[in-house]
């Protein structure tokens, strides 16, 4: 029993999607500040996409409109105040998973007509236009904008204790991790694989996950992992530890019993990948983390989000890659950070630094990669998540996706 919604807000004189990243920016801080404080746990939220929100409650079947209205009357008072000259509106489409993660990616005119109440049927589901005045059911025409069960009771239901994040509140079937390939593009093969939360491919940016969910989400990685192992295949093997976790000594250690359960004779092809990384890190958070993986793993991979990563910053040789991780549904954006990120190969490799791309599933990203001289590419795009490890395998670069051995998992 789970409810989950697509939150689309709209803002300004005409209620569109503002061109201005600044204002885009100004929404989501508001918008997840709002949240952060009224959508607790058990429930689940997560910033998707510009303006977009995802929201999942376990103890429901259907979420409250009328409770959103109150997200509403704050971004309108804060935004535009008492009496300012722009609007704000929401849109709460509730469905399947699937259909909420299309929708967060729907193009403008649709989205304009279901603000002026037209629905085409194209998405099976549920959908609320919500203003600081007003609650209205837009599909079904008339529906229900009350939740189920009503507040009070919801209050009253004892949650059960959550199993790792939002994602785990969007139950799907199959194993829990899957393998992602890593793609050398100078020799045109697959060198190794690293594991991850398959839901972390599913639903990209989903966030809004505590720090003990981390360091349990990246653990049971580590575990299936090394259920995989046996017998060993050949290639890297990359594993994930969260920037946030590692630098916290208490959460820290709890990776090691973990990490003591791989055989010895592994460690030369083990490889640590270290997400969430910030644009700057600093010295003495890079120096802790690596004095931590370095007896463990022959390779410490930082996956970054921001293009703009501060390479300068890092002590030459502290690291062995850098791998950018797209994310977002604007093509135009993130193809303008695979750019700002491959601009300055030689500054990478004066640091002696390869780079990577992660996320990449789209044939212009992946042309893109190709014209810049990315070394490694991973994502949808290079092969799919798969339930096994790739291994090594060469693959010209004209035949990707490679789904040869995703189909033999």
Request: charged share 25%; hydrophobic share 45%.
């Amino acid at each position: 029993m789970t409810a989950i919604a697509c939150l689309k807000i709209f803002v300004g004189e005409e209620l569109r999607f503002a061109d201005s990243e600044t204002m885009a920016t100004l929404v989501g801080k508001v918008a997840g500040a709002y949240l952060e404080t009224e959508w607790v746990w058990p429930r689940r939220y997560g910033l998707v996409a510009p303006y977009s929100f995802v929201l999942a409650d376990p103890r429901a079947t259907r979420l409250d409109a009328q409770e959103l209205q109150r997200l509403a009357r704050d971004l309108q008072f804060k935004m535009f105040g008492d009496k300012g000259a722009g609007d704000v509106a929401l849109l709460m489409f509730e469905g399947d998973q699937t259909d909420v993660m299309r929708f967060a990616s729907t193009s403008g005119d649709v989205l304009k007509a279901l603000l002026a109440g037209e629905d085409d049927g194209q998405f099976a589901g549920r959908v609320c236009k919500i203003t600081p005045d007003s609650v209205t059911s837009i599909a079904p025409p008339g529906g229900p904008v009350t939740g189920a069960p009503p507040a009070e009771e919801l209050a009253a239901i004892e949650p059960e204790p959550p199993l790792g994040g939002i994602g785990d509140l969007l139950d799907v079937s199959g194993p829990n991790t899957g393998w992602w390939g890593i793609y050398y593009l100078t020799k045109e093969r697959f060198v190794g694989s690293g594991v991850d939360w398959r839901k972390a491919w599913d639903d990209v940016g989903f966030g809004a996950i505590e720090d003990a969910d981390v360091a349990a989400r990246d653990q049971a990685c580590l575990d299936a992992a090394l259920e995989q192992l046996s017998p060993p295949r050949p290639g890297y093997i990359f594993l994930p530890f969260c920037f946030s976790s590692l630098i916290k000594p208490s959460v820290r250690e709890s990776y090691r019993a973990h990490i003591e359960k791989f055989p010895r004779a592994l460690r030369p092809r083990m490889a640590a990948s270290v997400y969430d990384v910030p644009r700057e890190p600093s010295y003495g958070a890079i120096g802790q983390i690596r004095n931590f993986l370095s007896p463990y793993f022959s390779l410490i991979d930082l996956h970054v989000k921001d293009p703009g990563f501060r390479i300068e910053s890092l002590p030459a040789g502290a690291v062995h890659s850098v791998t950018l991780v797209l994310e977002g549904i604007d093509e135009r954006a993130r193809l303008a950070a695979i750019t700002r990120f491959l601009k300055d190969p030689a500054m990478y490799r004066a640091k002696r630094v390869w780079q990577g791309v992660a996320m990449v599933n789209s044939l212009k990203e992946l042309d893109l990669c190709r014209r810049l001289k990315a070394p490694f590419l991973s994502g949808p795009m290079i092969a799919p998540l798969a339930n096994a490890p790739t291994g090594e395998v060469a693959c010209p670069a004209l035949n990707l996706p490679y789904r040869n051995w995703v189909d033999a998992a």
